[in-house]
């Protein structure tokens, strides 16, 4: 497995060995021993996730205050375009963001932890998403900020129309939000 550091060095882009012939291919997409040794993260995961979305849809972006998750996200079926939000006020990386095209062609995978908000926009026609989780899902403790707040200014490719949840769309900015320490 390649593992490279991003612009929020705690975020990682993971690259698994890909094995393929004129049959198909296998990878590991999860090992915890070499997930581990690759990243210095040992990470216990107790859910996982898969989500389903059409072109433009945007899900984001989303954390919890309490039972924060660290996610191991991936894509299977087409592509996305996946970015983290360091909200942890005493991080000198506050407020930046990172995003990486995890697509099924690629194969990569994005390690972000407990104290990020995490979103994704499909930029395919269709797109499954698959997400690990250190933390139960706890809906009580769910936050979200607006995915187009200018004060974090993330950069989201053109993926057409967007479509967005009731609750996304009246999320509010960064300068409102509840933050970890």
Request: hydrophobic fraction near 45%; glycine fraction near 8%; include cysteine.
């Amino acid at each position: 497995m390649k593992v490279t550091r991003t612009a929020v060095p705690e975020v990682l882009l993971l690259e698994p060995k890909v094995f393929g012939d004129a049959r198909g291919f296998f990878l590991e997409s999860f090992n915890r021993k070499v997930f581990r040794e690759a990243t210095g993260v040992d990470a216990d995961f107790v859910q996982d996730n898969h989500s389903r979305s059409a072109r433009g849809v945007l899900r984001g972006l989303h954390y919890q205050v309490k039972q924060p998750q660290g996610k191991l996200v991936r894509v299977v079926r087409g592509a996305v375009y996946d970015v983290a939000v360091d909200l942890r006020r005493s991080s000198p990386s506050f407020g930046q963001w990172v995003g990486e095209v995890l697509s099924e062609e690629n194969q990569r995978q994005l390690w972000i932890p407990p104290g990020f908000a995490h979103g994704f926009v499909v930029l395919t026609d269709v797109a499954d998403f698959l997400y690990k989780a250190t933390d139960y899902y706890a809906p009580e403790h769910e936050r979200c900020i607006a995915w187009n707040d200018a004060s974090i200014g993330i950069r989201w490719p053109d993926a057409g129309a967007l479509q967005l949840s009731a609750r996304d769309a009246a999320a509010g900015g960064l300068a409102a939000a509840e933050l970890y320490e």
